[in-house]
Structures are given as structure tokens and as C-alpha cells.
């Protein structure tokens, strides 16, 4: 059975970072090409990043230079690091693994001005 759990989400200020973490389990992760999505309040989910199996990275123009992703295929783990976070950066992030198409249950980011 395959798992992606989130983790790492709050509420912080305008200006401060966060960093979530996505554990995955019933795969094996390092053939799988991972991604962070968002989802605001009223608004569709968008991608916010993804990195390739390989290790190589692609960034939504909204949080290029803020945000990171990074893997751990040791751990079985993504990591989103998240500066200079904006309240519009507000929404549950999602975890996702390609190919299947799986997803985890999302957690809470609310970023306040």
C-alpha cells in the first residue's frame, strides 16, 4: 500500500520559512519523480515543484528563488524548504509520486502579513 505523509506545515509570519517533509512508503522512491502541489482557499491546485528521480529540479515562477525541493532517497523523503514565505503562499501542500499517480492528505501552510 502506498503512503505519502505530510508534514512541517503552521502558521508564520510574513518574511519566515517553513519546511515540510514528505515521508513515502509502497514505493520504491528512487525511481519515482516527486512534486509539491498547493492548493489555495476558492483556487485550483497548482504545481509548486517537482524533482526527477534524477535529482534535477523545475520551480512554479511564483516561489523560484524562495522555495527548494530536495530528496532524501536513503529516507524515502522530499523536503520543501520555503523563505521569505507571502500570505499568498497560504493553502494545504500536497505530496505527489510519479508514475501512479499517488498523493498524500496535505498539510496547512497559513502565512500571515
Known amino acids: 500500500q502506498v503512503q505519502l505523509v505530510e508534514s512541517g506545515g503552521g502558521l508564520v509570519q510574513a518574511g519566515g520559512s517553513l519546511r515540510l517533509s514528505c515521508a513515502a512508503s509502497?514505493?520504491?522512491?528512487?525511481?519515482?519523480?516527486m512534486a509539491w502541489y498547493r492548493q489555495a482557499p476558492g483556487k485550483q491546485r497548482e504545481l509548486v515543484a517537482h524533482?526527477?528521480?534524477?535529482?534535477?529540479?523545475n520551480y512554479a515562477d511564483s516561489v523560484k528563488g524562495r522555495f527548494t525541493i530536495t530528496r532524501d532517497n536513503a529516507k524515502d523523503t522530499i523536503y520543501l524548504q520555503m523563505n521569505s514565505l507571502k500570505p499568498e503562499d497560504t493553502g494545504v501542500y500536497y505530496c505527489?509520486?510519479?508514475?501512479?499517480?499517488?498523493w498524500g492528505r496535505g498539510t496547512q501552510v497559513a502565512v500571515s502579513s
Open positions: 524533482i526527477s528521480n534524477r535529482g534535477s529540479t
Open positions: 509502497g514505493i520504491i522512491f528512487s525511481s519515482y519523480t
Open positions: 505527489s509520486a510519479t508514475p501512479g499517480n499517488y
